[in-house]
């Protein structure tokens, strides 16, 4: 079993920034794809940014030049640096990751998610 801790959300006036930060743990954990997606109300949840299997990376096109996704292996974090955000960018943030265990094959995991809300 793959646990994902997230935080860093909150409210934020638009133009100013946010730092996500998600922590994935597990026994003999390996990590394939992580990131984030994002779902606001009344809608369906969207990719935000990830790190594939490749080893690349994959951005929405709504957040390129604004959103930095970063990771430390080590610590099996990844990072979501967000500027410029904008009121459309409100919604509940989740951390995502493709990985598997010792005792679990590769299976997709979720975290709780974080709020994140821009005012205008």
């Known amino acids: 079993q793959v646990q994902l801790v997230e935080s860093g959300g909150g409210l934020v006036q638009a133009g100013g920034s946010l730092r996500l930060s998600c922590a994935a743990s597990?026994?003999?954990?390996?990590?394939?794809?992580m990131g984030w997606y994002r779902q606001a109300p009344g809608k369906q949840r969207e990719l935000v940014a990830v790190?594939?299997?490749?080893?690349?990376?994959n951005d929405a096109d709504s957040v390129k030049g604004r959103f930095t996704i970063s990771r430390d292996n080590a610590k099996n974090t990844v990072y979501l640096q967000m500027t410029s955000l904008k009121p459309e960018d409100t919604a509940v943030y989740y951390c995502?990751?493709?990985?598997?265990?010792?005792?679990?094959?590769?299976?997709?995991?979720w975290g709780q998610g974080t709020q994140v809300t821009v005012s205008s």
């Open positions: 995502y990751c493709h990985a598997q265990t010792y005792y679990s094959s590769p299976a997709d995991y």
């Open positions: 597990g026994s003999g954990l390996r990590i394939r794809a």
């Open positions: 790190f594939t299997s490749a080893g690349g990376t």
